[in-house]
């Protein structure tokens, strides 16, 4: 038995779509195969690299990464998430996925990319840190509560988040929101130093507009926007906040726990989940996700305090 590893086509998404559902829990889902097509063939950035391993014609494994970029000190980088994976069942323990990531980084080495950044789970973890990658930090996440009461649902939240949001219809759409406040006229990194996502207005339209994932903005008084969606995780309703885009000039988190708080009562949700180093005063830390982080073509591995990243750069979406 051989396994071949090659390119994904055009002609594979079915094959690969029927994978991923079963693989990653998405069921019969008929919103499903729209949103692997947002995700990965309509990113401004470039459409994902894919890969698929074949055995007699028939596809067992896929291997994926969504392009990204970086503002680094002003300079933009190429990057890559290591984003979705799948194995058929019978042919796990075959070294599939460690062939199509090893296959995958050589090609991303040959394209120039300068590295790949993920939020592996405990289970997948080691098998990345035996192919080179390195383990940057935990990242900074804090929860703000609407009650007292809504901490006992924070104590038995252990499961992961949904991948589809909650109904919402306050505020207003987040691409709305952002535009009508002037948000999407300049390209925004972190303001300085640093490694940060580069938040092109194509990148903001595309990250937070895709209708089936409901991002919300609220637009505060200093004319930043909060971008949240709400989503569950077990019996937990979090307002999950995703970005903030402020105007020129604003100060970096001025409003942030003001608007969360509007947030919550306009939600109902039982937290407001903020990523990011600066938190509101009211704000309780808690464990974040663990930052992996694999140079390809720049040996760099920033540290958490260089890096700049929101929550809509480290949900798994």
Not at 14 to 29: F, M, Y
Not at 116 to 145: C, E, Q
Not at 215 to 226: E, F, I, K
Request: hydrophobic share 40%; glycine share 10%.
């Amino acid at each position: 038995m051989s396994i071949e590893i090659r390119r994904a086509s055009p002609a594979d998404r079915t094959a690969i779509n029927s994978l991923l559902r079963r693989s990653l829990n998405a069921g019969d889902d008929p919103r499903y195969d729209a949103f692997l097509e947002w995700k990965h063939r309509e990113n401004p950035f470039g459409a994902s690299y894919e890969w698929v391993a074949v055995i007699d014609d028939a596809i067992v494994g896929y291997r994926s990464f969504l392009r990204w970029e970086f503002l680094v000190d002003g300079a933009v980088r190429t990057a890559v998430r290591a984003v979705d994976t799948a194995t058929e069942r019978e042919h796990h323990g075959k070294g599939i996925f460690n062939a199509l990531t090893t296959h995958g980084v050589k090609q991303l080495e040959d394209d120039g990319v300068a590295c790949v950044f993920n939020t592996p789970n405990d289970a997948s973890r080691p098998g990345y840190l035996k192919m080179g990658w390195s383990i940057v930090g935990k990242m900074p996440v804090a929860v703000m509560p609407r009650s007292v009461l809504a901490l006992r649902h924070l104590r038995n939240a252990r499961q992961p988040a949904a991948r589809w949001s909650e109904p919402c219809d306050a505020f207003e759409p987040a691409v709305d929101a952002i535009e009508r406040a002037g948000g999407l006229d300049v390209p925004m990194g972190d303001g300085g130093t640093g490694w940060a996502t580069h938040r092109t207005a194509a990148f903001l339209r595309w990250r937070y507009g895709h209708g089936d994932l409901n991002y919300r903005g609220a637009l505060g008084n200093d004319g930043s926007v909060v971008v949240f969606r709400v989503r569950r995780r077990g019996p937990l309703v979090e307002a999950m906040i995703a970005d903030v885009v402020r105007p020129a000039g604003a100060a970096a988190d001025a409003r942030v726990g003001k608007t969360a708080r509007a947030i919550l009562r306009a939600t109902r949700a039982d937290v407001a989940v903020i990523a990011g180093r600066a938190r509101p005063l009211t704000a309780l830390p808690i464990g974040g996700p663990q930052l992996t982080w694999r140079p390809v073509c720049d040996e760099r591995i920033p540290t958490v305090a260089q890096l700049s990243l929101c929550g809509g750069d480290l949900e798994l979406f």
